[in-house]
């Protein structure tokens, strides 16, 4: 049986279109997108999706009173699609425990720094890179990791480093980091599918492959 998988995504959706050329190409030995959704409707997320003929999911947060039903109604419809792993790809809200609680170990985001530092509240977009060269850094870089009640917080699963140069601005270092995310967020789910992450605690080891 293959792994079925829900992208959740907010903007552009270049992660997204990753996975899907990961997915197309062949990368992914046993899997399969199966949705993505967004709470967007002009999301250009949805658009590459339906390019590839994926099914498209656009739920409106403003037709729900609180995050938590929201969130209760997506994981109706992931459980109703059978999805084994979500993937969230640039998804802007915070995931309340409606949803997570549903899918423990089962849902990861890619951010775009080294985690578990310059995460959190706030920590979106470009905010991450300004305060990765305000601090001195010399390396950034971007982790994949499972969700958990937190924000950014769950288990490490893969990151990439990427140095910060000394001409570096806020766009050019996401521009370099955006690359390695590319490459990283389909290994990460390929390792997935395969079965080959081991959680302990808050550490993941990385199986070989069967
Ligand atoms: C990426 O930098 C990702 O790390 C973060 O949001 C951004 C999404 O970009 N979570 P895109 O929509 O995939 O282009």
């Excluded at 792994?3 to 279109?17: D, E, H, Y």
């Excluded at 390396?139 to 009640?149: E, I, L, P």
């Excluded at 480093?161 to 001409?167: A, G, K, N, T």
Aim: aromatic share 6%; proline share 4%.
């Amino acid at each position: 049986m293959k792994t079925r998988i829900a992208v959740m995504a907010s903007g552009g959706g270049t992660n997204l279109q990753a996975l899907l050329d990961a997915w197309k190409s062949g990368q992914f030995s046993n899997a399969e997108i199966t949705l993505v959704m967004s709470n967007k409707k002009e999301a250009k997320a949805l658009e590459r999706a339906k390019t590839l003929e994926v099914s498209t999911l656009f739920l409106d947060p403003k037709q729900y009173s609180k995050p938590e039903a929201y969130d209760a109604e997506l994981a109706k419809r992931f459980m109703a699609e059978k999805i084994d792993l979500i993937c969230l790809a640039g998804y802007i809200r915070i995931l309340t425990p409606a949803l997570v609680n549903k899918f423990p170990l089962k849902i990861m985001n890619i951010h775009p720094a080294l985690l578990p530092g310059f995460g959190g509240e706030g920590m979106y977009g470009l905010h991450v890179h300004e305060a990765v060269i305000a601090s001195g850094a010399k390396y950034s870089g971007c982790t994949v990791h499972f969700v958990d009640a937190g924000t950014d917080t769950g288990p490490i699963i893969l990151q990439v480093v990427v140095p910060v140069l000394d001409h570096d601005t806020a766009e050019s270092l996401a521009e370099r980091i955006l690359i390695e995310e590319h490459r990283l967020y389909p290994r990460a789910v390929d390792l997935f599918c395969d079965e080959c992450l081991q959680v302990k605690g808050n550490r993941v080891a990385i199986l070989e492959k069967a």
